[in-house]
């Protein structure tokens, strides 16, 4: 099996030259894709940023070992293909994972692309060099990485602590870039350096984001664009008017909601418009170190309080995303199914007789309609966060807690949910990739940096490793399934709903692929013209 994955990647690395030669006469080559930018990233390094702003704006900008196909929507095992590896093969007991490299790659200073920048790159990861990330946000999905090894200028290796076949899936990721040995991690935040078609051309916070075609593009006849520039517009509306106006060929990639899209198909009927999830969450966030909530009753109320339907009428249009950890079906791989839910605390569609249950809680720890709980409600200060906690504080009301919204600026929120420095929060959780690796050992594992809960099961989390190990995907989703129902009745983050929503594009765009399980994976733009 593991000569047929070298095979098929091989095979795949030869088609894709003949598959672009049949449609390059249709491709026209030059202009700058014009987008509005959400917000300002707190930096550009793509690996010390936990949002998606750094990494759309910055993905055309390098290469991965190996990438999720651009043109197939939905991410998976068998859309994985190579990039600055040339190939790649287990060992016999699937513990080491080697990659042969490209020999013809240089980044954008010109020094040549070798083996050991993939080494260092996952070094730092690893924490294993000074001065490294200022913010390690993935560092948990590289806790079975025992060591990288070289073998000359092109070819290197990954040893794994125990096998874990759903690995390479990390390294497809959007945010999986290799960064350049001689270039210094304060700099990669300012003026990053990569291999990929386009060039950084200059960052000014809060108003812009300008990229440049890369002339000497390993990848030949790519890419057609000359350049794409961010403008950074907050504010939604005004964002929209503009691209309704033509000032922007693009949204922002899911930037638009679905009450919003209504009025854009009005004013811009001619726009391209898709509607998809991003594999991102809306859930509640509870320090358990804070009273009362370091009482387990009291998380449960939270989680009983929750009406999930009321967010996906008015949110949603009615577009019914709700489910546990894991992306539900059937986008998502290996989301827990509707009956599976309905079981679950909170879940039940009887939001009366689940608030009852809340009510009960609430007033156990002394709390009722004339002692009422007033807390802070702390959530990202842009549009759609603060939209569903304003229908959250609403929620909590009837369960006796009267929450104060809290909006925290967005390049601030990590940094104060990691201090532990708010009592509950109403969080978006995106997911880079589409398996249970990355999701439970970044959000729920003890000791992850991006657990801003703090919540830890050792028990849970030997099912974490169990369920990682295992080779039959059938297994293997039983074991998630257990997993994602045990996190929702120890309320580690109760999830509200899965976000759905739009993005938009005008008719001269072509070429462009929305995935439908992951926001982070499709913006390398290098066949977008």
Not at 31 to 38: C, E, M, R, S
Not at 79 to 91: G, M, R, T, Y
Not at 97 to 104: A, Y
């Amino acid at each position: 099996m593991k000569r047929a994955w070298l095979v098929r990647a091989v095979t795949i690395l030869l088609l894709v030259p003949s598959l672009s030669l049949q449609s390059a006469s249709a491709q026209q080559r030059g202009g700058i894709l014009k987008v509005y930018h959400w917000v300002s990233p707190a930096s550009m390094s793509i690996h010390e940023e936990g949002g998606y702003s750094a990494s759309v704006s910055g993905m055309g900008v390098f290469n991965n070992l190996v990438l999720y196909k651009q043109d197939v929507p939905q991410n998976s095992l068998a859309s994985i293909v190579p990039e600055l590896a040339s190939e790649w093969s287990w060992n016999d007991d699937g513990t080491v994972l080697t990659f042969r490299l490209r020999s013809d790659v240089k980044w954008h200073d010109g020094k040549p692309f070798t083996a050991d920048d993939v080494k260092c790159t996952c070094d730092m990861l690893l924490g294993k060099i000074s001065p490294g990330f200022r913010l390690n946000r993935r560092k948990a999905w590289y806790h079975n990485l025992r060591e990288i090894t070289t073998n000359g200028d092109n070819e290197v290796a990954f040893h794994l602590n125990r096998p874990q076949p759903a690995f390479i899936a990390l390294l497809a990721a959007g945010v999986s870039p290799v960064y350049p040995c001689h270039v210094t991690p304060a700099e990669m935040r300012r003026q990053p350096v990569g291999t990929g078609p386009f060039k950084f051309a200059e960052f000014k916070p809060n108003e812009s984001i300008k990229l440049v075609r890369n002339p000497d593009y390993w990848k030949k006849g790519r890419p057609y664009l000359d350049g794409i520039e961010y403008a950074i517009i907050p504010n939604r509306s005004t964002a929209i008017l503009a691209f309704v106006t033509g000032k922007f060929d693009m949204t922002f990639p899911f930037q638009v909601s679905l009450p919003l899209l209504k009025d854009l198909k009005i004013q811009a009927p001619q726009a391209v418009c898709e509607v998809a999830p991003l594999n991102a969450t809306r859930d509640v966030i509870i320090n358990r170190t804070a009273a009362p909530f370091d009482k387990p009753e009291a998380r449960g109320a939270v989680a009983f309080a929750i009406d999930r339907k009321a967010f996906t009428d008015i949110l949603l249009e009615g577009r019914s995303s709700i489910g546990g950890a894991m992306m539900p079906p059937p986008e998502g791989v290996w989301g827990l199914l509707p009956e599976m839910l309905t079981a679950l605390p909170g879940y039940d569609p009887d939001i009366e007789k689940n608030r009852t249950k809340a009510r009960k809680l609430m007033q156990d720890l002394g709390y009722g309609p004339e002692t009422r709980l007033n807390v802070k409600l702390s959530t990202r200060n842009t549009p759609s966060d603060r939209d569903s906690a304003v229908i959250l504080t609403d929620q909590l009301k009837q369960i006796y807690i009267d929450a104060e919204l809290e909006p925290i600026e967005v390049a601030n929120w990590f940094s104060m949910v990691v201090r532990k420095a708010y009592t509950i929060g109403l969080n978006t959780t995106p997911s880079s990739v589409d398996d249970p690796d990355q999701n439970f050992y970044e959000n729920y594992a003890c000791g992850s940096e991006n657990n801003v809960t703090r919540y830890c099961n050792a028990e849970l989390q030997k099912l974490f490793d169990q369920q990682s190990i295992e080779v039959d995907q059938s297994n293997r989703k039983q074991l998630v399934w257990e997993i994602d129902k045990r996190l929702q009745e120890d309320q580690a983050r109760p999830i509200i709903y899965h976000l759905r929503s739009a993005t938009c594009w005008h008719q001269q765009v072509k070429g462009l692929t929305i995935m439908v399980n992951s926001l982070f994976n499709g913006w390398r733009f290098e066949d977008v013209w």
